[in-house]
């Protein structure tokens, strides 16, 4: 069974750094992509970007390029998105979620979700 | 970027009601198309990819059509465990996008 699990919530201050997790299991792991959704609360879903385990190839959405940074250690078959000095605009739910291909241009739709990890920013 | 114009954002129905959702795209996209359903608390589930294929597991009251700019969902007769919010997604070119959503309450 394909499973996506991310790390626990988290509350932080402004200026503070941070990094969550999601561990792949089911599947191979450096085989498929990993993408992070930003949810703001009562809102959409917002493309962060997307990293191959397997190499490390990332790409960034331009509305996160430089705002976030997105890794992945393959030995323990986990992905990373952190923050460097978080403000209280990056409050959210943040989704990590598996895609099975992706091209220079594009990646097939998400097929499997993590359970989210809820970042509240507050002073 | 490829903007996305879901429609309606609200949509308030009864069970056993056939519902549509649409979604336009500011250009055609082909197929690549996905539709999520998201409840309350809940992480989005896959429910079709390239805008007409049911996953696996899917109920076949769900159902996805269109190409190119517009695109549809339709529940063809809604359920109590179908009362969530809707997206779609494409993916024919970065950056990925979504549409804004669509809550199907009860009426």
């Known amino acids: 069974e394909v499973q996506l699990v991310q790390s626990g919530a988290e509350v932080k201050k402004p200026g503070e750094s941070l990094k969550i997790s999601c561990k792949g299991s089911g599947y191979s792991f450096t085989s498929y992509w990993i993408g992070w959704v930003r949810q703001m609360p009562g809102k959409g879903l917002e493309w962060m970007g997307i990293?191959?385990?397997?190499?490390?190839?990332?790409r960034y959405s331009p509305s996160f390029q430089g705002q976030v940074t997105i890794s992945a250690d393959k030995s323990i078959s986990t992905a990373y998105l952190q923050w460097s000095s978080l403000k209280a605009s990056d409050t959210a739910m943040y989704y990590c979620?598996?895609?099975?291909?992706?091209?220079?241009?594009?990646?097939?739709?998400?097929?499997?979700w993590g359970q989210g990890t809820l970042v509240t920013v507050s002073s | 970027v490829i903007w996305m114009t879901q429609s309606p954002s609200l949509l308030s129905a009864s069970t056993g009601d056939r519902v549509t959702i649409s979604c336009r795209m500011s250009q055609g996209i082909s197929s690549y198309l996905a539709w999520y359903q998201q409840k309350p608390g809940k992480a989005p589930e896959l429910l079709i990819s390239?805008?007409?294929t049911l996953q696996s597991g899917v109920p076949s009251r769900f159902s996805g059509s269109g190409s190119g700019t517009d695109f549809t969902l339709t529940i063809s007769c809604l359920q109590s465990e179908d009362f969530a919010t809707y997206y779609c997604q494409q993916y024919y070119s970065f950056p990925l996008t979504f549409g804004g959503g669509t809550k199907v309450e009860i009426k």
């Open positions: 390239a805008a007409s």
């Open positions: 990293i191959y385990p397997g190499d490390s190839d990332t």
């Open positions: 979620a598996r895609l099975p291909y992706c091209s220079s241009t594009s990646c097939f739709n998400f097929d499997y």
